[in-house]
């Protein structure tokens, strides 16, 4: 996982992310090897979950629509998709 100080650093490797995972994706040959093709569009998802983290706390956003959107995606991924 990508470690961001900033809101500008987790939407530039959001970005990056999706890029490779775009790349990953349309490389693929197997569909039996999607999934795991797939994996960077998942740190994608959470880095820019991230920002809008970010975004949330700089404003005093938490409670926010934003902030709660960004909280529910961020712990979605770290205590659900990557433990299974």
Same mark, same amino acid.
């Given at each position: 996982?990508?470690?961001?100080?900033? /809101?500008?650093?987790?939407?530039?490797?959001?970005?990056?992310?999706?890029?490779?995972?775009?790349?990953?994706?349309?490389?693929?040959?197997?569909?039996?090897?999607?999934?795991?093709?797939?994996?960077?569009?998942?740190? /994608?998802?959470?880095?820019?979950?991230?920002?809008?983290?970010?975004?949330?706390?700089?404003?005093?956003?938490?409670?926010?629509?934003?902030?709660?959107?960004?909280?529910?995606?961020?712990?979605?991924?770290?205590?659900?998709?990557?433990?299974?």
């Amino acid at each position: 996982m990508l470690m961001c100080f900033s /809101a500008e650093a987790s939407f530039s490797a959001a970005a990056l992310l999706a890029a490779v995972g775009y790349a990953t994706v349309s490389d693929t040959k197997n569909k039996q090897e999607l999934c795991l093709a797939a994996i960077p569009f998942i740190f /994608a998802m959470q880095q820019f979950a991230e920002g809008l983290l970010w975004v949330a706390i700089t404003y005093d956003m938490m409670n926010s629509v934003l902030g709660l959107i960004g909280k529910y995606i961020f712990l979605f991924i770290a205590f659900v998709n990557w433990p299974l």
